[in-house]
């Protein structure tokens, strides 16, 4: 399994829902031509990879959630492919993109300790070798009460509890080969935060849905022109049924380069419920009207991902 006490109550699940700790990095790679037999062994290895490290100090609780991208899927897993995997698809509204870049494989490594993450990407990178290239390399912080760096707390609605797997986990009835797996979407967000801090307080919880101190929820306003972030982001289908996702954002920046951002992760058992998402923030609700939290945030790069089962991870290569 992949350490943590979350894998350890059901060794079958990767980390996924392992807590939110206090920092995290975002590995995303690709894969060089002829590099896939290596990728694939160095996959089946994540598990005793990361073992290594953790045991380092246990109570760090250093976690690996391993995805494997459509464009490689294939050829480095030699499994058939879970049906609703394939690459992120550019979203183009009137005012906003979402753009799709590269990304065959994301690592995200999470802890309590800043080193044991680097450890373990230091000896995975070394271990992959000149078989994947870096696209991106994010390490993101917990930010005081767990708030972006719009100032805002978030992960309030994420599922909690039994709603957490059945929003999160793929199950057999789903999709057999892609059980116990899950449909990972992510995307880095730079913020304006010059511009951000020049709207008034009630401006922002406007265009969040919350309060900004305490967090509350604010009640939808029907003739609200663009929509808040909160209600674009709430997915409910033909039965009225409400489908959730697991975000595990964190925020990363480096004031002395002007860089301030958010780094998008969200975890689903089925990713049309992200895409329409997306679609509601980008294309807008109605067509035209955006999520003006893009107004201030510009998404640079997109990708998807399929978490398999610690079992399925373990099985792959050798
Ligand atoms: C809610 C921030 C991008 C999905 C929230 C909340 C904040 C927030 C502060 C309210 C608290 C909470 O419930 O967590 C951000 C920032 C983003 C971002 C700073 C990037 C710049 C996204 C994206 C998606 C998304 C790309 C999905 C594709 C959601 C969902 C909720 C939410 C599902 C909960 C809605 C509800 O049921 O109340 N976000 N978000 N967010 N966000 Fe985002």
New binding site residues.
């Given amino acids: 399994t992949l350490t943590t006490t979350r894998a350890m109550s059901n060794p079958q699940v990767q980390a996924i829902a392992g807590p939110l700790t206090s920092t995290a990095t975002f590995l995303v790679l690709t894969v060089q031509p002829g590099g896939e037999a290596a990728v694939a062994d160095v996959l089946g290895s994540v598990s005793d990879l990361s073992k290594n490290v953790a045991i380092r100090d246990a109570g760090a609780g250093l976690s690996v959630t391993v995805g494997i991208g459509a464009r490689v899927w294939d050829a480095v897993t030699g499994l058939s492919r879970p049906s609703e995997l394939h690459e992120f698809k550019e979203l183009r509204g009137a005012t906003h993109t979402a753009p799709s870049t590269p990304g065959d494989l994301l690592f995200h490594i999470r802890a309590e300790r800043r080193d044991l993450v680097y450890e373990f990407e230091r000896i995975l990178l070394d271990k992959l070798g000149a078989a994947v290239t870096v696209e991106d390399e994010t390490t993101g912080f917990r930010y005081f009460d767990a708030r972006?760096l719009?100032g805002?707390?978030?992960?309030?609605?994420?599922p909690i509890g039994q709603a957490l797997d059945a929003s999160v986990i793929i199950a057999e009835e789903d999709d057999a080969h892609a059980a116990r797996g899950s449909y990972v979407?992510t995307?880095k967000?730079l913020h304006n935060l010059k511009s951000w801090g020049k709207l008034k307080t009630e401006d922002q919880e406007a265009v969040?849905g919350?309060t900004k101190i305490d967090n509350v929820e604010l009640a939808d306003q029907a003739d609200a022109d663009q929509k808040p972030?909160?209600q674009l982001?709430?997915i409910v289908d033909e039965n009225g049924v409400e489908h959730?996702?697991l975000?595990d954002?964190m925020p990363f920046g480096a004031p002395g380069k002007g860089e301030y951002g958010?780094y998008?992760i969200?975890y689903s058992r089925r990713l049309w419920v992200?895409e329409e998402?997306?679609r509601r923030?980008f294309i807008g609700v109605p067509e035209g009207k955006h999520d003006r939290?893009l107004d201030f945030?510009t998404a640079v790069t997109g990708s998807v991902f399929f978490v398999p089962c610690a079992e399925v991870l373990d099985s792959i290569g050798s």
């Avoid at 805002?152 to 994420?158: E, K, R, V, Y």
């Fill in positions: 972006d719009l805002f707390i978030d992960g309030t609605a994420n979407t995307q967000y969040i919350r972030h909160k982001a709430t959730d996702i975000r954002n958010t998008f969200g992200t998402m997306l923030m939290i945030s």
